[in-house]
């Protein structure tokens, strides 16, 4: 059974640093694409960051110089540094990825379970 599980948030203050890490955990499977997205209260789930298997990355126009994802196949885990936080980017982040089972050839879409980020003072 695959897994994705996120580390890394907690509580900065504006204009501080957050690493966020997405683990894969199981066995049978390769990863394709990977992303991070966000959720705000009230508002609707965003588009953070993706990478696909070869390191192309794009990023949402409000992170673009601010946050860098990044990945390490070998460990199945994916990255997003985030600098510069503001007030705004405050919201509960979470890890997808396409992920294709061993024996199949259809990409499964997988969610981790979200770790928030408050950037406050």
């Known amino acids: 059974q695959v897994q994705l599980v996120e580390s890394g948030g907690g509580l900065v203050q504006p204009g501080g640093s957050l690493r966020l890490s997405c683990a894969a955990s199981?066995?049978?499977?390769?990863?394709?694409?990977m992303a991070w997205y966000r959720q705000a209260p009230g508002k609707q789930r965003e588009l953070v960051a993706g990478?696909?298997?070869?390191?192309?990355?794009t990023y949402t126009d409000s992170v673009k110089g601010r946050f860098t994802i990044s990945r390490d196949n070998a460990k199945k885990t994916m990255y997003l540094q985030m600098n510069s936080l503001k007030p705004e980017d405050t919201a509960n982040y979470y890890c997808?990825?396409?992920?294709?089972?061993?024996?199949?050839?259809?990409?499964?879409?997988?969610w981790g379970q979200g770790t928030q980020v408050t950037v406050s003072s």
């Open positions: 199981g066995s049978g499977f390769s990863i394709n694409t």
């Open positions: 997808n990825a396409d992920i294709l089972l061993r024996g199949t050839l259809q990409l499964y879409d997988y």
């Open positions: 990478i696909n298997s070869g390191g192309s990355t």
